[in-house]
């Protein structure tokens, strides 16, 4: 017999994208130990026409039988579980119809038609719309014991609207919560504090009605999001002091990445400080897809925090996140004076000190883990480092070599295994050697920062600290900085004091976008090469 009807028990991971958002969700929560109200999926192909087909009718009346034998409440609660819907980019909440407090088989049959018939709705044709989703909305259909709930609610474990992580939103009602989901009715309103330890404490706000269960559902809420991965928009219910999970699905509002519009906004996943500082010197201008996703790549090693990025994608341009290195220093003991001088330091300049800098609560486990990853990338710091001297004596030669090979490769799979094992792992060892040296040369310059500010004044300190260099002209000496080396260059080749293909091996992987794959660097444009030499060629000597 074909299986047209799958329990929550029984779902298996192959026939998770058939149950549909919701019903794929409501298993795996089941599954898990969560306080789900027992049920089972309706699968798509049990349906002709939106109508069940016999040999599903049979399957869904067993399964009713087998929960009513089973005691308690004997009445039912049909839901919508559309392919597309409780998704990431969609949740479609209240779009689709829901049938609730049916028990008898006929009326159950009938509450299926409905639910079924409801993905043809104008409502969900508008929302599809503004989703950019054009797709026709399968559906399979979820029916589960029903819940008389004394209070329905909604839970964000983030702020869906200013995306703050150190608090929980949440709406309730007195009864049923349908009307709470749809917006017919105009709810309590509530908040959960996390338990930071530093700058914030825990607690609860809201009406009297809610507060004995606060505890319970701020529990649920932080296991949840933990279990899934990212914010959750969670839908519970309490029924004689007893709390039940309804739904959980991702806070669609908070998210990083719309892959329909193509657009990139990472504060959009959370409460942090994302600073630009160093990064938009840079890189000018907004990257290109392939040259994020490569960033992405080699700073993946960097992370410190599981869970949390490092550096975030804002409308095309690259931010650090402060908020994470903030957390880990005010973990470690550091105080807001001292987190503050740290990312001062590290950036380079001052931050006002009216900016509040959102901390991310680190459990005990949390920081052991970031212990770990910070020990990790000093070693790898200190490694490169070491090696440094080798490394830029064959850096050039690596790079011209890696140069042909990439030219003459015309097959797919050469340039996947040239990217895999030669090109990433070379990219991911400069990070660390370029971080290893500047981290050692920040601390004197934190040191020296500090004490020009004692005696010039914030502004003055950092227009001396701008102009510190150590780096090479072309003739060797020292003391100009690295990006007036191409400028000064070009003058040198003017007056013949060197020929342009000393100068193209010096400088032609400088300029101004020159972390931008998809522009050729002066080294690699021949053809603008050839002409900015002619003309260059054809001006008279001074």
Excluded at 37 to 61: C, H, K, Y
Excluded at 317 to 344: H, P, T
Excluded at 497 to 513: K, L, M, S, V, W
Aim: charged share 20%; proline share 4%; with cysteine.
């Amino acid at each position: 017999m074909k299986q047209l009807v799958c329990t929550f028990k029984e779902l298996k991971p192959e026939q998770t994208r058939l149950a549909g958002g919701k019903g794929g969700s409501l298993a795996h929560l089941f599954k898990n130990g969560y306080p789900v109200p027992d049920g089972f999926i309706i699968m798509p192909m049990a349906f002709e026409r939106d109508e069940l087909t016999l040999e599903a009718w049979a399957q869904v009346q067993a399964h009713l039988k087998k929960i009513r034998q089973s005691g308690g409440e004997s009445s039912f609660a049909v839901r919508s579980s559309a392919l597309s819907e409780d998704s990431i980019m969609a949740s479609f909440a209240g779009q689709f119809d829901t049938v609730l407090e049916v028990s008898a088989d006929d009326d159950v049959r009938k509450a299926i038609r409905t639910v079924r018939k409801s993905r043809h709705s104008k409502a969900v044709r508008v929302y599809s719309e503004a989703k950019g989703i054009n797709e026709s909305h399968d559906m399979a259909v979820v029916i589960q014991k029903m819940v008389k709930a004394d209070i329905s609610g909604v839970l964000f474990t983030a702020d869906p609207i200013t995306g703050n992580c150190n608090k929980m939103a949440g709406n309730f009602i007195l009864g049923l919560g349908e009307k709470l989901v749809s917006g017919q009715v105009t709810a309590y309103t509530f908040k959960l504090g996390r338990e930071t330890g530093i700058w914030r404490r825990g607690g609860y706000e809201g009406p009297l009605e809610l507060k004995q269960f606060a505890a319970k559902l701020a529990k649920l809420g932080n296991r949840l999001e933990k279990e899934m991965g990212c914010a959750q928009d969670i839908e519970w219910a309490i029924a004689g002091s007893r709390l039940y999970l309804l739904q959980s699905r991702p806070v669609t509002s908070l998210i990083g990445y719309n892959p329909i519009l193509g657009e990139c906004n990472d504060s959009m996943t959370g409460n942090y400080l994302w600073s630009n500082v160093n990064f938009g010197e840079a890189i000018p201008q907004v990257m290109t897809p392939l040259t994020w996703s490569v960033q992405q790549q080699i700073y993946e090693s960097w992370q410190l925090q599981p869970g949390y990025q490092s550096s975030g994608n804002i409308g095309g341009r690259i931010y650090l996140n402060l908020s994470i290195y903030a957390s880990v220093l005010a973990a470690l003991g550091k105080n807001k004076q001292g987190i503050m001088r740290f990312l001062e330091g590290m950036l380079y300049t001052r931050i006002p000190d009216s900016i509040e800098i959102p901390l991310i609560p680190l459990s005990i486990g949390s920081r052991l883990s970031v212990l770990f990853n910070f020990g990790g990338i000093i070693i790898k710091q200190t490694r490169a480092v070491r090696g440094l001297p080798r490394f830029l004596s064959e850096n050039a030669n690596w790079c011209e070599r890696m140069q042909k090979q990439i030219y003459e490769t015309n097959e797919n799979v050469e340039l996947t295994f040239l990217w895999h094992n030669e090109i990433l792992p070379h990219l991911q060892n400069t990070v660390w050697s370029v971080m290893g040296s500047v981290t050692q040369f920040s601390d004197y310059t934190i040191k020296l920062r500090r004490e020009l500010i004692e005696l010039l004044g914030p502004e003055d300190a950092d227009k001396l600290i701008s102009g510190l260099s150590g780096s090479m002209d072309v003739s060797g000496r020292s003391g100009l900085l690295a990006s007036l080396g191409p400028v000064l260059g070009i003058a040198k080749v003017y007056r013949r004091e060197i020929d342009r293909t000393e100068y193209i091996a010096q400088y032609g992987h400088r300029g101004p976008n020159e972390f931008e794959l998809s522009v050729p660097r002066p080294a690699e444009d021949r053809v603008g090469s050839i002409s900015s030499w002619r003309s260059l060629g054809n001006r008279p000597l001074m």
